[in-house]
């Protein structure tokens, strides 16, 4: 039925899409002389892996903003105000009663009830957010106990613990409800597993934390497992809380670590099909350097760095507000760039770049050569500028922009979003792309809505329903993959997309995996068999994004462009209510 969906709609936006095509994508044919064989007529998908949110921290009132005047956001420019667009969906967001009766209690045995954080809230602390504080929070489906488990300590954030309960609004993530607003969100899409960063990567990516090999040069006979659940029966080794780098990464020491299986970057290589992962601070500051035999005589350092809650736009620079909340000292400090924990095809031996080698040319971009499609952020701009897009592209940060609580906030995080999502919508790309912004983790942060248990697991890392406990696995399951994790927000930005669209299908992490799987016609990361019921990839369970698109009409063409510093919109906020679902 999709099928002869798409090709109706291709029947019938001809003309229009000609004419498009023929004045603005001239010389926009396929650097290898042939256009990929897709499902769909997304041919770019460009995924944005922000940090730590839950859906309720930045959607729990959606799509209703407080408008409080006088309000700052950055130091010295007011906080936009948010006026939903007639006809807004619902979602499933705080309702009064959670608002005014929560069942969850501070520290000091207070009621504590989810609150607006302000603009000048934008900076807080980090919470607790690791396999087994995720679950806690949960308590079995009471969902009461998250300052009990899983708060944070420092400055941005209550000594009572409350903070973990509270929510930004539009007036904060002004261009997160503007892009809700003109296109499709999900308000029932969660973390794969429960856990943090690492294992949320690697979900996105291949759909499975388990087979895991750990590099340990203070003790290689054996290594410490800390992040890791070993099962006692077999010796596998699963990911669950390790923020290590990948194996031989130059810029990474200590304990390392690397997965085995296959990623959706083995998928795409073997189908001849372009992909880059483009990430801040991945290009050298100082390049490594070979012997005359090609061996490494000294690695790459990744040395740079930018200071944090503080961004630059147009020679201006802007300054998120120091925390009022439990004061500290001054959060604009240098951060390095380059993350080690956030580069999930770097922990593969087939996909990593261990020295951080540079692209062979601008043209190379995608394709194979000394880089293995890793690349410094820099080069996702030059790929858009020199007509070498990757058919698929992940997109992350520099650390003091991905949005991470305490080393970044949500107003450094948004001027990444739009500069990003601005000049894919100003590119030749646009007509055929879609930008699916979709986070690693939780944070810990609080969200009402129970996940559903999907891959249950029975381990000492376990406590969902008590100690040892996250429901009855399959014989012979992979230990240690509770799931599924926290509900976060997932959007999809595209001229295919719905509009002012909530999509209440049950979605995952490992949904993103499954759409680029199912439109270039990948197969699974397991292959065509199943592998054992409750082992491998998940990628073949998981629901695809395709309710989120409506290929049966034609394409909303015009850009959204927004300010970097608001979030407020620039250019293109017209009716496309037609493409309302």
């Not at 309000?71 to 619902?90: D, H, I, L, M």
């Not at 261009?175 to 003109?182: G, I, P, R, S």
Request: charged content about 15%; glycine content about 8%.
């Amino acid at each position: 039925m999709l099928r002869q969906t798409i090709r109706r709609t291709l029947f019938s936006s001809a003309a229009s899409l000609l004419l498009f095509s023929s004045v603005v994508h001239a010389d926009d044919g396929d650097r290898d002389n042939h256009r990929e064989d897709t499902r769909t007529p997304i041919k770019h998908v460009v995924v944005i892996i922000p940090e730590n949110r839950t859906f309720d921290n930045l959607f729990g009132t959606y799509p209703h903003a407080a408008n409080i005047p006088g309000e700052q956001s950055w130091v010295g420019v007011p906080a936009p105000k948010f006026v939903a667009r007639p006809g807004t969906p619902a979602a499933n967001v705080l309702t009064p009663d959670l608002l005014r009766s929560n069942p969850n209690w501070s520290l000091s045995g207070r009621p504590a009830n989810p609150t607006r954080l302000r603009p000048a809230d934008a900076y807080t602390c980090d919470m607790a957010h690791n396999y087994e504080p995720e679950q806690q929070a949960y308590d079995g489906g009471a969902v009461d106990r998250f300052p009990q488990t899983a708060t944070g300590k420092g400055p941005g954030c209550a000594v009572d613990g409350s903070t973990i309960m509270n929510y930004y609004d539009g007036n904060t993530v002004q261009a997160l409800w503007n892009y809700a607003q003109h296109y499709a969100m999900s308000d029932n899409s969660f973390s794969t597993t429960y856990g943090p960063t690492v294992p949320g990567h690697a979900n996105i990516v291949a759909g499975n934390t388990h087979g895991i090999i750990i590099h340990d040069p203070a003790n290689p006979e054996n290594p410490d497992t800390s992040g890791f659940y070993v099962n006692p029966a077999d010796h596998s080794i699963t990911l669950t809380d390790a923020n290590l780098p990948g194996y031989l990464d130059d810029c990474g020491k200590g304990r390392t670590f690397e997965m085995t299986g296959k990623n959706v970057g083995d998928l795409l290589n073997e189908k001849n099909v372009t992909w880059g992962y483009f990430q801040g601070g991945f290009l050298p500051t100082t390049p490594a350097k070979f012997d005359a035999n090609g061996n490494v005589s000294a690695p790459a350092v990744c040395g740079s760095q930018h200071v944090a809650h503080q961004v630059q736009i147009n020679g201006v620079t802007y300054n998120v507000q120091n925390p009022s909340v439990n004061p500290g000292p001054d959060v604009h400090v240098l951060e390095n760039d380059y993350s080690t924990g956030v580069t999930p095809f770097m922990k593969y031996a087939s996909t990593r770049n261990p020295h951080h080698l540079r692209p062979s040319s601008a043209e190379m971009i995608g394709k194979t050569d000394q880089a293995n499609h890793q690349y410094d952020l820099s080069d996702f701009d030059t790929a858009l500028s020199h007509n070498s897009l990757p058919s698929v592209s992940y997109v992350k940060a520099p650390v003091y922009q991905y949005g991470h609580p305490q080393n970044s906030d949500p107003l450094a995080e948004q001027a990444f979003l739009v500069k990003t999502i601005n000049a894919v919508q100003q590119s030749r790309y646009w007509h055929d792309t879609a930008i699916i912004i979709v986070w690693d983790d939780s944070d810990g942060w609080y969200d009402h809505v129970m996940p559903p248990l999907l891959t249950p697991s029975a381990t000492n890392a376990d406590f969902l329903f008590g100690p040892g406990n996250c429901g009855t696995p399959q014989p012979g399951a992979d230990a240690a993959r509770c799931g599924l994790g926290p509900r976060q927000p997932l959007l999809v930005i595209s001229p295919w997309a719905k509009s002012n669209f909530v999509d209440h299908t049950l979605t995952q992490q490992a949904s993103v995996l499954r759409f680029i799987e199912d439109n270039w016609k990948l197969g699974f990361i397991d292959g065509p068999v199943a592998p054992p019921a409750g082992t491998g990839s998940v990628d073949r369970h998981a629901n695809s994004l395709d309710n989120m698109f409506d290929f049966e009409r034609e394409p909303n063409l015009r850009p959204l462009i927004l300010d970097q510093v608001t979030g407020v919109v620039v250019k293109g906020d017209s009716d496309d209510g037609k493409r309302h679902d």
